[in-house]
């Protein structure tokens, strides 16, 4: 029965790797429709979502079943439960990729932002992609410098979503009302998929270490 247990925690691990490699594949794709105003890649992300959210709703009824059969404890315990969690902020991120593909599609064959900001989002969207790979990484390895390094692309996303901000809100902002709220919109989907990264990576590294504190700031 333990050799059928640690089996089972195994699939967990392996599936949530593999729907973090296609939350990867969604934030590529949807960055690069966003960027160029590709209605077809948008619309393979928006579909390619239900894929995503089908497998971690597979994940969670195996994780359901573990737990009512198995009676996991301690570490154990910990592993499941945070494989629910991880799934539910992995579901998320494929749908802060679908939002983004869904402002490409709505201002289709226009793009979504103006000029004067499309370097910003090109910047965010490559971090974005960034950080994805280097999640699912993460939840195949569990290599710990991967959760820092998540966290350090974060905080440059974070910057960039602030940058947005003050230029949405400058008396130097040319844009109409429509370019004002699709920049905030996108900048604040690009935000959340980061942040939802950023919490996982903190799950993998409690689970690894059994250390839930704010690592040192890296110029400390």
Same mark, same amino acid.
């Given at each position: 029965m333990r050799e059928v247990f640690q089996q089972e925690l195994a699939e967990v691990q392996d599936r949530l790797a593999e729907i973090a490699r296609l939350v990867a594949?969604?934030? +590529?794709k949807a960055t690069r429709a966003f960027n160029k105003s590709d209605v077809t890649l948008a619309e393979e992300v928006i579909a390619d979502d239900d894929k995503i959210d089908e497998l971690t709703v597979q994940l969670d009824e195996l994780a359901i079943t573990i737990l009512a059969r198995q009676q996991p404890v301690a570490r154990d315990l910990r592993i499941v439960v945070s494989a629910l969690r991880i799934s539910a902020s992995l579901e998320r991120m494929g749908d802060m990729s679908t939002h983004i593909s869904q402002l490409a599609r709505y201002r289709f064959p226009d793009k979504v932002i103006p000029k004067s900001l499309? #370097?910003?989002?090109? +910047?965010?969207?490559?971090?974005d992609v960034k950080i994805a790979n280097m999640l699912a990484e993460l939840l195949t390895t569990e290599d710990m410098a991967l959760a820092e390094a998540?966290?350090? +692309? *974060? *905080?440059?996303? *974070?910057?960039l979503h602030l940058s947005v901000f003050d230029a949405v809100l400058g008396e130097t902002w040319k844009g109409q009302a429509a370019d004002t709220v699709d920049a905030t919109l996108a900048?604040?989907?690009h935000e959340r998929f980061a942040d939802h990264a950023v919490s996982i990576a903190k799950k993998v590294q409690y689970l690894g270490t059994g250390d839930w504190q704010q690592?040192? #700031?890296? *110029?400390a």
């Open positions: 594949i969604s934030i +590529e499309r #370097p910003t989002f090109a +910047e965010m969207g490559a971090l998540i966290r350090n +692309e *974060d *905080d440059k996303v *974070d910057a900048s604040r989907y690592p040192a #700031p890296a *110029d």
